[in-house]
């Protein structure tokens, strides 16, 4: 079974410091991957998306960025956080077939003052 | 078009009383559907998925969810509420056909919170 390990738990950052958010895989070979944001009182957001190794799509415009140096390796990252970057951030992975659900990291919540 | 509707934000019950949380969606495929709980600041854990089987589908910790292709539900019921189930649940839509990339489309509802009140 798929086992994602997200880190950091909890972040807080100052406005316009870098972020980087790592997450990896175990227990698959090349799954997409997925990073959500959960603002507070809002679903899930889809902020990227990977089918594999150096393949990253974004859903929305934003401050962020994503990588996947590996295939089971997906990193979320900014250069200059904003006040509007903070919120629950879940890294997901699916592995192909539409009949699979989601396996989510424990996710990272940010705060940036 | 795929979409996605959680028709409560918010749903109180007492604890040892029905569980109802409603989703409707739509989708111009064949979907498959997951209901999803959310504890306070942990990740997502899929409870169940409905993938063109038996129209109940039964998960864990006591849920189930029943398909209703004519009414677009896919409600979350479950017979009793523990405690332990008050937290947030997110319905999810999923077409099966892939696009070119390989990539699944993928909808969440904007959630429901569960209230359980001893």
């Known amino acids: 079974s798929q086992t994602i390990h997200q880190w950091p738990a909890t972040l807080v950052q100052p406005v316009g410091s870098p972020l980087s958010l790592e997450c990896t895989v175990e227990?698959?070979?090349?799954?997409?991957l997925y990073w959500y944001r959960q603002a507070a009182g809002r679903g899930l957001q889809l902020l990227f998306y990977?089918?594999?190794?150096?393949?990253i799509s974004s859903e929305v415009p934003q401050n962020l960025s994503a990588s996947r140096p590996q295939d089971r390796q997906f990193i979320l990252s900014s250069k200059k956080l904003l006040l509007s970057d903070s919120g629950f951030y879940l890294c997901?992975?699916?592995?192909?077939?539409?009949?699979?659900?989601?396996?989510f990291g424990s996710g990272t919540r940010l705060t940036v003052v | 078009a795929q979409s996605v509707t959680q028709l409560d934000s918010h749903v109180s019950v007492s604890e040892g009383t029905p569980v109802l949380l409603r989703c409707n969606y739509s989708?111009?495929?064949?979907?498959?559907l997951f209901w999803y709980v959310q504890h306070p600041n942990k990740g997502l854990q899929l409870l169940l998925k409905?993938?063109?089987?038996?129209?109940l589908v039964k998960g864990i910790n006591g849920f189930e969810a029943e398909f209703k292709k004519s009414e677009t539900s896919f409600h979350l019921m479950k017979p009793s509420a523990h405690m332990s189930d008050a937290a947030e649940y997110f319905c999810?839509?999923?077409?099966?056909?892939?696009?070119?990339?390989?990539?699944?489309?993928?909808?969440f509802g904007t959630g429901t919170k569960l209230q359980v009140i001893p």
């Open positions: 997901a992975c699916r592995s192909r077939g539409y009949n699979y659900g989601y396996t």
């Open positions: 227990g698959t070979s090349n799954p997409n």
């Open positions: 990977s089918v594999g190794i150096g393949q």
């Open positions: 989708s111009s495929y064949s979907p498959s």
């Open positions: 409905y993938t063109s089987a038996a129209t």
């Open positions: 999810v839509v999923s077409d099966r056909r892939a696009s070119s990339g390989g990539y699944q489309k993928v909808t």
